[in-house]
Each structure stands twice: as C-alpha cells, then as structure tokens.
C-alpha cells in the first residue's frame, strides 16, 4: 500500500503563491496539520518512507516520524513540478493554463518530463512491492502519481485535475 501526503500549509500556499521547486518551509498552520497527521498516522506501520527533498516535504515527514523508528528517504524525483520563471509568483488561472500550453517559454517542465520522473521512481517502488510506503510529496506530484498508478500514458490520456489539500492522506493499492 503506498500512503501519499501532501506537504503542510506554507506561506506560499496561503498567499497563492506558486512554490513549484523553490525550497520554503512550513508555517504555524503547516506544523499544526503535520503535528495532527502524525497523531492520526501514529499507529500505521511504514516499512519505507520516501519524500520529496524540498523542505516543506521533509519537515511534514520529520514530524510524522517522530512516531515511527523508519529513516527518512529523500528522492528528487518527488519535487514539485517546475514553473521555471513563474515560481515566487501570483498564482492566477489564466497564467497556469499559459504555462501548461508552453512550459518551456516560461522555463518549466512538460507534462512529458514530470510524467517520465514520477514513473521512473513508481518503478524502482517495485522492490517494495507488498510493503506499507508513506510518500510525502506535493499536490501536482499526486496528480502524476494517481495516473501513473491507473496504468494511463501522458501520449495519449488527459492528466485528469485532482486537488489535495495540505497534509491529507490518500492510499492507493500497489
């Protein structure tokens, strides 16, 4: 079973600011939900646990840990999705459907290329196969990883819209 986390509230999230892969930290509200999470989590078995490297990530797994004897995994592969030049600001829709029309003219990452990575680290899961693996990553990583999961290709199926709110728990069979 994989148990995927998103990261705790940060001043970005509440500011409506796009975080993609700058390194920010939780705020009062991010530790409280990380604080509740682990409390909640407390008596869940984790063989493996695996976060994102960005820092948000790690300290909403540190926090979950504090009831677990697990060490805490870092993979790259779990950032965020990259908004090149448009990380740091305003988030508006009109911005984000300019960004998924041409990522690179904004010096992002392509569907493609977030795909390719969540895929390459869903399969070196494979060796865990059969084991209970908490994640701890971001909302557009869940995205990627709830398709992967469903067996789709990022060539031929829409990635399908799926908002997370932060430190919520989903679980997928694997």
Do not use: W
């Not at 003219?105 to 290329?113: L, Q």
């Not at 390719?116 to 899961?125: A, E, I, N, Q, T």
């Not at 494979?126 to 557009?140: A, D, F, P, R």
């Amino acid at each position: 079973m994989i148990y995927f986390v998103r990261h705790g509230e940060t001043d970005f999230n509440l500011f409506s600011v796009s975080q993609g892969q700058l390194d920010t930290s939780l705020n009062k509200t991010g530790l409280k939900q990380a604080e509740q999470l682990a409390e909640k989590l407390r008596n869940f078995k984790f063989d493996v646990v695996i976060s994102s490297s960005l820092t948000r990530c790690t300290q909403t797994a540190e926090i979950i840990l504090k009831y677990h004897p697990n060490q805490l995994v870092t993979d790259p592969r779990l950032m965020e999705v990259s908004k090149g030049n448009l990380q740091g600001t305003r988030n508006s829709q009109e911005v984000y459907n300019q960004f998924f029309a041409d990522p690179h003219k904004f010096g992002g990452e392509t569907e493609e290329d977030v795909f390719l990575r969540v895929s390459s680290f869903l399969k070196d899961l494979e060796k865990y196969k059969g084991k209970n693996i908490l994640v701890v990553s971001h909302g557009g990583i869940f995205k990627y990883l709830s398709f992967c999961l469903q067996g789709k290709d990022i060539k031929k199926d829409k990635l399908t819209i799926m908002d997370m709110e932060n430190c919520q728990v989903e679980e997928f069979q694997f």
